[in-house]
Nanobody
């Protein structure tokens, strides 16, 4: 059974940093695009950053460009989201998700396209 497990969330002051991890099991990262998504109270789930199955292409939401970095370690079956210069608007539950794609598929970051989801980890940024 495909499983994704997020960790690394917490409470941080504005301007601080956090690194989220997503450990995957029962599937290989080589055949899946992985994304980080977040959902704030009363808001829709939004794509934060996604990475291609090969790792060579990354996509970021405009609101996090220059502050967040997505990466993957295939040997560890883990995807990371390094978050810096955090802002109160970054507060929410962060989820990682996976979708199986062909090698030439464009990297997209729409939540509706991802079929496997983790349980989420809470990130709270205080002002």
């Amino acid at each position: 059974q495909v499983r994704l497990a997020e960790s690394g969330g917490g409470l941080v002051q504005a301007g601080g940093s956090l690194r989220l991890s997503c450990a995957v099991s029962q599937f290989t990262l080589n055949y899946h695009s992985i994304g980080w998504f977040r959902q704030a109270p009363g808001k829709e789930r939004e794509g934060v950053s996604c990475i291609s199955r090969g790792g060579g292409t990354t996509v970021y939401a405009d609101s996090v460009k220059g502050r967040f970095t997505i990466s993957k370690d295939n040997a560890k079956n883990t995807i990371y989201l390094q978050m810096s210069s955090l802002e109160p608007d970054d507060t929410g539950v962060y989820y990682c998700a996976a979708k199986r794609v062909i090698l030439t598929a464009p990297t997209t970051c729409a939540a509706s396209e991802y079929s496997h989801w983790g349980q989420g980890t809470q990130v709270t940024v205080s002002s």
